[in-house]
Nanobody, 115 residues
Framework: QVQLVESGGGLVQAGGSLRLSCAAS????????MDWYRQAPGKARELVAG???????NYADSVKGRFTISRDNAKNTVYLQMNSLNPEDTAVYYC?????????WGQGTQVTVSS
């Protein structure tokens, strides 16, 4: 079955960096689009970044120039490098993919940015 396991969250000061990882299993990772979403308290879940099987990327305007999504198909892992973090980036970050029209989510990893 599809499994997505995030790691790398934590507490960081404003201006700092974190790298999130999402280890995937149960499907053919190399041909799958992968996304990172986030959900802050009291807010809707929003798309942060996505990467196609071909390596094409897209970002939310709020993170452009600060976050970088990448993938390692040999490790079945997608990453989110987050730089210049600010308190507005505080949220639970989720890994996501779609297989056969079904949405799959990881359990999420908390990112907290202190001012």
């Amino acid at each position: 079955q599809v499994q997505l396991v995030e790691s790398g969250g934590g507490l960081v000061q404003a201006g700092g960096s974190l790298r999130l990882s999402c280890a995937a299993s149960g499907f053919t990772f190399s041909i799958s689009r992968m996304d990172w979403y986030r959900q802050a308290p009291g807010k809707a879940r929003e798309l942060v970044a996505g990467i196609s099987s071909a390596g094409l990327t897209n970002y939310a305007d709020s993170v452009k120039g600060r976050f970088t999504i990448s993938r390692d198909n040999a490790k079945n892992t997608v990453y989110l490098q987050m730089n210049s973090l600010n308190p507005e980036d505080t949220a639970v970050y989720y890994c996501h993919t779609i297989r056969s029209t079904n949405d799959y989510w990881g359990q999420g990893t908390q990112v907290t940015v202190s001012s």
